[in-house]
């Protein structure tokens, strides 16, 4: 795996209780979720650490633009970022194959998550970059073996759909704001137009609604309220 991956998975395996201190409490509480939703998410969230069994001592590191090789095929390190941090793909070129995680799925969008150690991070631009790399250097017609549902063909094609699935969440976000000031908790519903009451998922939703209002205030789509936190946002 990449040295980043690595790296994020082992703090939080060495001290998951940092995930429910400060300033990570504040972070959820600043950008308009309740407390009892705060706590929720907080105690309840991470409930997956109790499901796996946890890192190896060491791992092999995969660098972008390194080859590697599995069996008789040779494959291209290719990475990106947005879903997570150093997202490896592997790309045969030989075979017109690539191995792409999560970074493209046919039938889903991946999520794509501030998280709260990295509070002013532009995850979705990442994203969105890391897309447009994909498409410029792979070719249409390369056999996509994704992290979730069955191998597609059409690369650029799902590139182009996802592009425009997060511009339409832009769009509703804008579209709201312009109308009254909302915080990021106040976008979820928004955003996926339902209720939201498991912890997990809310952690998941609202942390990628957030992901958009931070790309959008970088591409000065949207700007913070006067006298507010970041997380009271309204269109220029």
Same mark, same amino acid.
């Given at each position: 795996m990449s040295q980043t991956e690595?790296?994020?998975?082992?703090?939080?395996?060495?001290?998951?209780?940092?995930?429910?201190?400060?300033?990570?409490?504040?972070?959820?509480?600043?950008?308009?979720?309740d407390a009892d939703t705060t706590e929720k998410l907080l105690t309840n969230g991470h409930r997956y650490l109790r499901m796996i069994s946890g890192l190896p001592r060491t791992f092999r590191r995969l660098i972008a633009g390194e080859r590697l090789r599995i069996g008789a095929r040779t494959f291209e390190v290719?990475?990106?970022g947005?879903?997570?941090?150093?997202q490896v793909m592997l790309f045969c070129r030989a075979e017109n194959m690539l191995i792409c995680a999560d970074q493209v799925l046919a039938r889903i969008s991946p999520n794509i998550s501030v998280q709260a150690m990295d509070p002013e991070g532009d995850p979705l631009g990442i994203y969105l970059r890391s897309l447009a790399s994909l498409?410029?250097?792979?070719?249409?017609? +390369? &056999?996509?073996?994704?992290?979730?549902? #069955?191998?597609?063909?059409? *690369?650029?094609?799902?590139?182009?759909?996802? /592009?425009?699935?997060?511009?339409?969440?832009?769009?509703?976000?804008?579209?709201?704001?312009?109308?009254?000031?909302?915080?990021?908790a106040d976008l979820v519903?928004?955003?996926?137009?339902?209720?939201?009451?498991?912890?997990?998922?809310?952690?998941?939703?609202?942390?990628? +609604? &957030?992901?958009?209002?931070?790309?959008? #205030?970088?591409?000065?789509? *949207?700007?913070?309220?006067?006298?507010?936190? /970041?997380?009271v946002v309204f269109t220029t």
């Amino acid at each position: 795996m990449s040295q980043t991956e690595y790296l994020v998975s082992l703090t939080i395996h060495i001290d998951p209780g940092a995930l429910n201190a400060e300033p990570y409490r504040s972070f959820y509480r600043s950008h308009g979720l309740d407390a009892d939703t705060t706590e929720k998410l907080l105690t309840n969230g991470h409930r997956y650490l109790r499901m796996i069994s946890g890192l190896p001592r060491t791992f092999r590191r995969l660098i972008a633009g390194e080859r590697l090789r599995i069996g008789a095929r040779t494959f291209e390190v290719l990475s990106g970022g947005g879903h997570a941090p150093e997202q490896v793909m592997l790309f045969c070129r030989a075979e017109n194959m690539l191995i792409c995680a999560d970074q493209v799925l046919a039938r889903i969008s991946p999520n794509i998550s501030v998280q709260a150690m990295d509070p002013e991070g532009d995850p979705l631009g990442i994203y969105l970059r890391s897309l447009a790399s994909l498409k410029r250097d792979l070719p249409e017609s +390369v &056999l996509t073996l994704p992290g979730h549902n #069955l191998p597609f063909i059409g *690369l650029h094609t799902r590139v182009d759909e996802l /592009a425009a699935h997060h511009e339409a969440r832009c769009l509703a976000i804008e579209d709201a704001c312009r109308r009254a000031p909302h915080t990021a908790a106040d976008l979820v519903p928004i955003v996926f137009r339902r209720v939201i009451d498991d912890p997990h998922q809310m952690g998941f939703a609202f942390s990628e +609604v &957030l992901a958009h209002v931070n790309y959008m #205030l970088r591409e000065n789509r *949207l700007q913070p309220m006067p006298g507010s936190s /970041a997380g009271v946002v309204f269109t220029t």
